[in-house]
């Protein structure tokens, strides 16, 4: 919904809305909000709205406190789920310092400067995501069980899906904010839902994955259930993926092309990102639990690419026109979709602008043949680190600021969760809930 300050100020007057949530994340991914009322919205785009970033995990150290919360107008959606009468609203935020400087460590500036790096190129890169998650019951005090929500495989339908009528709600809700979910299914686990997003501006794209995993909780959540995006849920079964379909267009054409032939440009972009893969994998899977899900239940290993086989890193899927893309298929929900959109982004720009030749694709099944000729993701999240911080490319996309509160606060993580008793215990308790 593109407005102006002026008419966005008249909406709200017109439509009884009462509350805005000024909407942001923190440098994880997670997503927080401060909610004020509707008087205070000029005041909100003149000057910012102030918020404790000391409060707010790895945004700012010990160096600072008060940062502001300029809201984005053309982000605007009213929350379908909340009352109509004296309605909420809800725009994400710009972060800024108290003098009206740029926040270096905001995820949405980042994931701004990258597209302003493509459009600098001549290039448009549109992203779309194809998300999982689980589906389990609650208990008598709404407290979430590990008990599935069903028994039912992938593409099932009711009565052994009995998530349809909750997919159903969730793109219905989506729909009344505007945004543009493409399809849905039953995953394989158990309980396991999937909904996939038309493409959209790499911006857009990652504000609507936050908007997702919030409408997805609440909706699950009105009818007594609890969803979880947490990337192994449960030990023995499919894990939640983070599928990410990109796209570049110059001049109004798309790049990506199907069958053997391939744009230079768009096999330039593949091989950047298969470049720079293991380096950024901290990013597109930030937790320890993230690695129990690599290499298992088609969930990829290896830095690898190829046309329409899923064992790959990446995949060209069968299709056609605006549709075609490459599928990056190892990261998962818990991500902060700015970071890893930004440095997806970056590293293919890299490969363009080096002009890199694409290696020829793996047309093996990796699901069931061990490759030790073949390089591998990293195995853990220790290991994942070890390459991002090393990694020149990260350093140059990402600022000081952040890389050093989201190294400090993941290296914690790991020697926790190495000194538990039970890992997977550990993971459940402090995962599972806020993912």
Known sequence: MNQTVPELLESVRENDVKFIRLVFCDIFGVQKNIAILAGQLPRAFES?????????????????????????????SILPWRPSHEQVMRMF????????RAFEADSRAILRAAVDR????????????????????????????????????????????KGEDIRRAICLTLEEMDLLPESSHHEQGPGQNEIDFRYSDALSAADNFLTFKTVVKSIAMQNGLYASFMPKPLRDRSGNGLHINLSLSQGGKNLFQNGEAHNANAESFIAGILD??????????????????????EAPRYLTWSRQNRSQLIRIPASTGEANRMELRSSDPSCNP????????????????????????????????????????????????????????????LPERLRAGYFAQKREECAACRAAADPHAYELEHFFRVI
């Open 338 to 397: 700015y970071l890893a959109f930004a440095l997806l982004i970056h590293a293919g720009l890299d490969g363009v602008a080096e002009k890199k030749k694409l290696v020829p694709p793996c047309n093996r099944n990796l699901f069931e043949e061990a490759a030790p000729d073949v390089d591998a993701l990293p195995a853990t999240l220790d290991e994942a680190l070890d390459r991002a911080q090393q990694s020149e490319f990260v350093a140059r996309v």
């Open 118 to 161: 493509c459009a600098d190129m001549g290039f448009i890169c549109n992203i779309g995501t194809e998300c999982e998650f689980y589906l389990f019951r609650t208990d008598a005090d709404g407290n979430p069980t590990r008990e599935p929500l069903d028994r039912a495989g992938y593409g099932d339908i009711a009565p052994l899906d």
């Open 276 to 297: 720079r893969a293991a380096e950024i994998t901290a990013f597109l899977n930030p937790t320890t639990n993230s690695y129990h899900r690599l290499g298992k239940f």
């Open 48 to 76: 910012g709205i102030s918020f404790d970033s000391l409060a707010v995990r790895g945004l700012c150290g010990d160096v600072c406190t008060d940062l502001l919360l300029v809201p984005d107008c053309s982000t605007v």
């Open 93 to 100: 935020c710009d972060i800024r310092y108290p003098d009206g």
